[in-house]
T-cell receptor, first 114, second 116 residues
Framework: DAGVIQSPRHEVTEMGQEVTLRCKPI?????LFWYRQTMMRGLELLIY????????DSGMPEDRFSAKMPNASFSTLKIQPSEPRDSAVYFC????????????FGDGTRLSIL | AQTVTQSQPEMSVQEAETVTLSCTYD???????LFWYKQPPSRQMILVIR??????QNATENRFSVNFQKAAKSFSLKISDSQLGDTAMYFC?????????????FGTGTSLTVIP
């Protein structure tokens, strides 16, 4: 079975540029989560969706961050404009929604803003 | 709100020895799930073991086992016969189900180094 697929795996860009991270959850999973991981702050939940609807976006740091889930098989996390402090590893994870079970994580996107 | 506490930021163990990583959590829920994830230097987040709160028997997966103490809200991970490949960050996670989907809460992690 295919796991959670994230792209790109690495992204290096200059500050001020728009960055779009992509995620394909596991088929049949109807909850999707975006996390940010840094040495200083550890693993932070940014936003999660259930049945394509954002349920909790309280972790989104500021208006420069936005996330969408237009359908059950695709989500994006966008940063515009990007800043050096956004440099981190961004993980996408999915789970089966209300059926109890673990989250399954993608391999993450390592984002570097110069 | 649920909180998950991992009080050991770093630990080390000699190869082939046994090590226990601690995790405590705070919740008023009665039905929930607990997980341990491993994050090696490759940065993948790998599910190691899971425990359903309604089960009294401690979960075991090969060399990995848990000591689940529901009343004490404690969920420690024991790694037996430690191997070099066990070197990783380990995260404890709590999950509860609700009608808007499963909610997950992670601890801050324990960095484990296995010494040859």
């Amino acid at each position: 079975d295919a796991g959670v697929i994230q792209s790109p795996r690495h992204e290096v860009t200059e500050m001020g540029q728009e960055v779009t991270l992509r995620c394909k959850p596991i088929s049949g999973h109807n909850s999707l989560f975006w996390y940010r991981q840094t040495m200083m702050r550890g693993l932070e939940l940014l936003i999660y969706f259930n049945n394509n609807v954002p349920i909790d976006d309280s972790g989104m740091p500021e208006d420069r961050f936005s996330a969408k889930m237009p359908n059950a098989s695709f989500s994006t996390l966008k940063i515009q404009p990007s800043e050096p402090r956004d440099s981190a590893v961004y993980f996408c994870a999915s789970s089966q929604g209300t059926v109890p079970g673990p989250q399954h994580f993608g391999d993450g996107t390592r984002l570097s803003i110069l | 709100a649920q909180t998950v506490t991992q009080s050991q930021p770093e630990m080390s163990v000699q190869e082939a020895e046994t090590v226990t990583l601690s995790c405590t959590y705070d919740t008023s829920e009665n039905n929930y799930y607990l997980f341990w994830y491993k994050q090696p230097p490759s940065r993948q987040m790998i599910l190691v073991i899971r425990q359903e709160a309604y089960k009294q028997q401690n979960a075991t997966e090969n060399r990995f086992s848990v000591n689940f103490q529901k009343a004490a809200k404690s969920f420690s991970l024991k790694i037996s016969d430690s191997q070099l490949g066990d070197t990783a960050m380990y995260f404890c996670a709590f999950m509860k189900s609700q009608n808007t989907g499963n909610q997950f809460y992670f601890g801050t992690g324990t960095s484990l180094t296995v010494i040859p």
